[in-house]
């Protein structure tokens, strides 16, 4: 039990003078949430995560392996056979094509999936702890909360689009001998990732952000997540049938967009300009209302009229 | 600059069509001030108002000369303890104090300087590492407390700071809250229970139903109600001379005989200080012996009952 004299000897003193920020409220904010979020995961689910990215990750190694080593691996006997027909299968293509391949597919699958399960928890269990007064009670601004939301996001889409972008690249520049080639070959690829990865944090992350602020159970904000897209979805059929095709409704198929949003930055070229032109505004704009309902959700007190 | 930390001048706050604040004006110095009232009285109101968790309907509120409205720097200047739990369950308790103070802007290296020595002043070193989800309710409250005056704030709000607190803990908490008072900080203290205040100032404002009661010393609000007079309860050799005698005091309203003891009477006055000048001179004169006596609503309890019904 500490005594009185140890209160009186550790000295109330009075702040005085100006405090300049050591580092941005937003980095705690989101450093907090991503680990509130591994600490409050079960060891099982955290064990199925890990061992689902190792397989992934060690996929992406091998498979970049193969393919740039692919006529050294031919002289194992055993294995030319095989290896003759999987290059056969595939015609000779440029290493942002295997970007595409292989990082955009499993990283909207994975985000989704992370959204769902560990995004969803991110605003709504401040709520569900009153948190949300305390974070306000500091010097720290709604721009601070919600940036630092983001940036928790952030680096859980960093795991799907970032790391794999990175051991593609890695690998590539271990396993060719003309370094320069490949340099010359991939140096804008992480440019491209770079803006998929920024595609996914603030589609995904003002979605599953603006769920999670509406509800103090992350469970019921990932399931108003995952019903957000099967909504837009089916809606955009709906709207169809009733309305005509238009490229605006079809651009209203959320994911589907926001997939061929990706394809686009990957592959720089523009198949259906008008369409993409509605997809593209479709989501800006579903991402700017979210990001503007979030800001009014995010309140210290909620006041019950 | 002005000589008060905190100025709520002319605030009101209505949820909707329900009136929780009306017109509240109060001028806060450095020092504690208790805020008293029963539950649903306005005070949480009125303390999520000065720290700013709420904006007023209208009125203006100033803190150390600044207003809250985009000004994230006057936070740092503030501390908040709020009624309800608000913890990050999943984190330690040194590492939460920790965090919170980087969220106030210190280092790295100070915030787990500065947590650690907080753990240790307010008894929480025996959980360790344990995360805050463990807890039990007092020393997560003194978790909340710790954290709300962790970076040295000039301007210190505790809502309900006593809530779950054991005996021992209350006596740390309270004198900690004194201590902060005499360094010259400004704390504002809601409670709806009379004691735990008065255990920590005499200075206090009671509100009711939206509106300021009263505000000052408890027995400087005493003297102010002259609708309720002070009742003293004496036990006297003579009851009846003594009555005779204080009768036509004209600072006495009445004098009362209680049947149940022939020694005890009770005498209503309004100007409590004139009363004890007068009784030595009359007790002299009448040769009366006083073996007792006891003002019997002269504590807060009795003010805030006269005040809140």
Not at chain 2, 107 to 126: C, F, N, T, W, Y
Request: aromatic residues 12%; charged residues 20%; hydrophobic residues 45%.
């Amino acid at each position: 039990m500490a005594s009185k004299s140890e209160i009186y000897s550790q000295g109330y003193q009075k702040w005085d003078g100006d405090r300049t920020q050591v580092t941005p409220p937003w980095y705690l904010i989101g450093r907090a949430g991503v680990q509130n979020i591994l600490a409050s995961t079960g060891k099982k689910s955290r064990m199925f995560f890990i061992i689902a990215f190792v397989i992934y990750y060690f996929m992406l190694v091998a498979s970049t392996t193969l393919r740039l080593q692919i006529e050294n691996f031919k002289r194992i006997e055993w294995l030319a056979g095989v290896l003759e027909a999987w290059q056969a299968a595939q015609p000779a293509q440029s290493e942002v094509w295997y970007h595409e391949a292989f990082i955009l597919r499993p990283a909207i699958f994975f985000t989704f999936w992370t959204m769902i399960l560990y995004g969803s928890q991110l605003i709504s269990k401040d709520r569900a702890a009153n948190a949300l007064q305390v974070y306000f009670s500091k010097a720290v601004s709604r721009f601070d909360y919600l940036f630092g939301k983001f940036f928790a996001v952030a680096q859980m889409t960093a795991v799907v689009t970032l790391v794999p972008s990175a051991i593609i690249i890695c690998v590539g520049l271990v396993a060719t001998t003309d370094h320069l080639e490949f340099i010359k070959q991939s140096w804008y690829i992480p440019i491209l990732t770079g803006s998929f990865w920024l595609l996914l944090t603030i589609t995904y992350g003002s979605i599953i952000l603006l769920c999670s602020s509406l509800m103090n159970r992350s469970y019921m904000a990932g399931a108003s997540f995952f019903g957000f897209a099967v909504f837009t979805a089916v809606f955009p059929y709906i709207l169809g049938f009733i309305f005509g095709a238009h490229s605006f409704v079809e651009g209203l198929k959320w994911t589907s967009s926001i997939a061929t949003i990706g394809e686009a930055i990957y592959s720089l070229k523009v198949n259906e300009a008008g369409l993409l032109f509605w997809q593209v505004f479709d989501v800006a704009l579903v991402t700017g209302v979210a990001i503007f309902l979030i800001t009014r959700r995010i309140e210290p007190v909620e006041v019950v009229k | 600059m002005s000589a008060y930390s905190i100025e709520v001048t002319n605030v009101s706050k209505w949820y909707g069509d329900v009136s929780a604040l009306t017109e509240v004006s109060l001028n806060i110095e450095p020092g504690i001030l208790g805020l008293l009232g029963p539950n649903g009285a306005g005070k949480s109101t009125l303390l999520k108002l000065m720290s700013g968790q709420l904006d007023p309907s209208i009125g203006e509120i100033n803190i150390l000369g600044q207003n809250y409205h985009n000004n994230p720097q006057l936070w740092s200047k503030v501390g908040l303890c709020p009624e309800q739990d608000s913890l990050w369950e999943e984190f330690s308790g040194p590492g939460f104090l920790s965090a919170m103070l980087q969220l106030q802007g210190w280092g790295v290296h100070d915030s787990d300087r500065r947590a650690a020595e907080l753990i240790g002043m307010l008894d929480l070193a025996k959980a360790g590492r344990r995360r805050v989800s463990g807890y039990s309710k007092g020393m997560r409250q003194k978790l909340r407390i710790a954290q709300s005056l962790a970076h040295r704030p000039e301007v210190l709000f505790l809502d309900e700071p006593m809530t779950g607190l054991d005996a021992t803990s209350r006596t740390l908490v309270s004198d900690l809250i004194i201590e902060m008072g005499r360094s010259g900080m400004t704390v504002v203290v809601s409670s709806h229970i009379l004691h735990e205040v008065e255990n920590i100032t005499k200075e206090m404002v009671i509100i009711n139903q939206g509106s300021l009661r009263a505000r000052g010393n408890v027995y400087e609000i005493r003297e102010l109600l002259t609708d309720h007079p002070l009742q003293l309860e004496l036990s006297v050799d003579d009851p009846r001379r003594f009555c005779q005698a204080f009768l036509g005091k004209p600072h006495v309203v009445k004098v009362e005989l209680v049947p149940e003891d022939p020694e005890r009477v009770i005498v209503f006055t309004q100007h409590q200080n004139q009363f004890f000048q007068d009784l030595p001179e009359i007790l002299e004169d009448h040769d009366i012996h006083i073996k007792s006596i006891h003002a019997e609503d002269e504590d807060m309890e009795a003010v805030f009952k006269y005040l809140v019904h």
